[in-house]
């Protein structure tokens, strides 16, 4: 987790620029520490089992202010899950 802290925060320092009041979704922008968050998110936020892993999106949220809430769902779940920075969404699943 703290990898992708560390990313996060690095995402979150960088030159783009901030969300403002519309969504953005950063999947779209080129950028080394987006496309590491996307890759890291699969395998720590998601469980073996395919669930949401609370008690990391938990930790992201209450120590680190990152906001972690389902994108898309179905009967069964999430499907995918989005974390929101300061930059922007991204989605991740």
């Not at 009041?21 to 073996?48: F, R, W």
């Not at 906001?67 to 920075?85: H, L």
Request: charged residues 25%.
């Amino acid at each position: 987790m703290d990898t992708l802290v560390e990313l996060l925060t690095i995402l979150d320092e960088s030159d783009l620029s901030d969300m403002g009041e519309e969504d953005v979704y950063l999947q779209t922008i080129d950028h080394p520490a987006i496309l590491a968050v996307i890759a890291l998110s699969d395998s720590i936020l998601i469980t073996d089992e395919g669930e949401p892993n609370y008690d990391v999106i938990d930790s992201l949220y209450h120590d680190h202010g990152y906001f972690i809430y389902p994108g898309e769902r179905d009967r069964f779940g999430w499907v995918t899950g989005c974390i929101t920075t300061r930059k922007g969404i991204i989605v991740f699943g």
